[in-house]
């Protein structure tokens, strides 16, 4: 079993929807949660942190970390085509904070 | 300023060969990360350097991988007798402390024939 889980998808929603992308984990050391967006052929690009549990919002993005459960998730309100990538959920631990642990994405299509 | 770099864009060798993946991480940039991703894996970390300590090597996944950074900047992953489940998109990330956020960069997509 992967330390990090995440549904693939493919997630299809009508421009406007909010869109709910989720990860569980396993590793109990987890305490820095990260969000990456990755378009096609290129890199993945930070779009939300989070230290340990709690809520992070910026923009139409909020992220949520429930540590008890080893949940964490990323909602999309007001969705745009523009979301349409493939989201990456990722984390690591107390003194490893380089080594990242990235869930296998959610390939997202947001059409209009 | 210009982001992280990597060259070749694409590499295409045959099981057997070797390959040399560039990395130049951004300016200033004291850490260097590289990871593989490939279809049914995701996104896997490979290796981690910062500054002068001795690198998290944890992530390669046979002798065959080996990577190093000189001066402190540019890094260069190598392959050894490549074999076809080598055939993936290998990213470099940098980030101005460890631990701090990873920019990446577009990656090199290498195919193993």
């Known amino acids: 079993q992967k330390e990090v889980e995440q549904d693939p998808g493919p997630l299809s929603v009508p421009e406007g929807a909010i869109v709910s992308l989720n990860c569980t984990y396993s590793?109990?050391?987890?305490?820095?949660f990260m969000w990456y967006r990755q378009y096609s052929r290129k890199g993945p690009e930070l779009l939300m942190y989070?230290?340990?549990?709690g809520n992070k919002e910026d923009g139409r993005f909020t992220a949520q970390v429930d540590k008890s459960s080893k949940y964490i998730s990323l909602f999309i309100r007001d969705s745009q085509p523009s979301d349409s990538a493939t989201y990456l959920c990722a984390m690591s631990a107390e003194g490893s904070y380089g080594k990242l642990t990235f869930g296998q994405g959610t390939i997202l299509t947001v059409h209009p | 300023g210009a982001g992280v770099s990597q060259s070749p864009s694409n590499k295409v060798t045959e099981k057997g060969k070797d390959v040399e993946l560039r990395c130049d991480p951004i300016s200033g940039h004291t850490a260097l990360y590289w990871y593989r991703q490939s279809l049914g894996q995701g996104l896997e970390f490979l290796i981690y350097f910062q500054g002068n300590s001795a690198p998290d090597k944890s992530g390669l996944p046979s002798d065959r991988f080996s990577a190093e950074r000189t001066g402190g900047s540019v890094s260069t992953l190598t392959i050894q007798r490549t074999q076809q489940e080598d055939s993936a998109v290998y990213l470099c990330?940098?980030?101005?402390?460890?631990?701090?956020?990873?920019?990446f960069g577009p990656g090199t997509r290498l195919t193993v024939l």
């Open positions: 590793n109990s050391a987890f305490q820095y």
């Open positions: 989070t230290y340990s549990s």
């Open positions: 990330a940098s980030s101005s402390a460890g631990g701090g956020t990873q920019y």
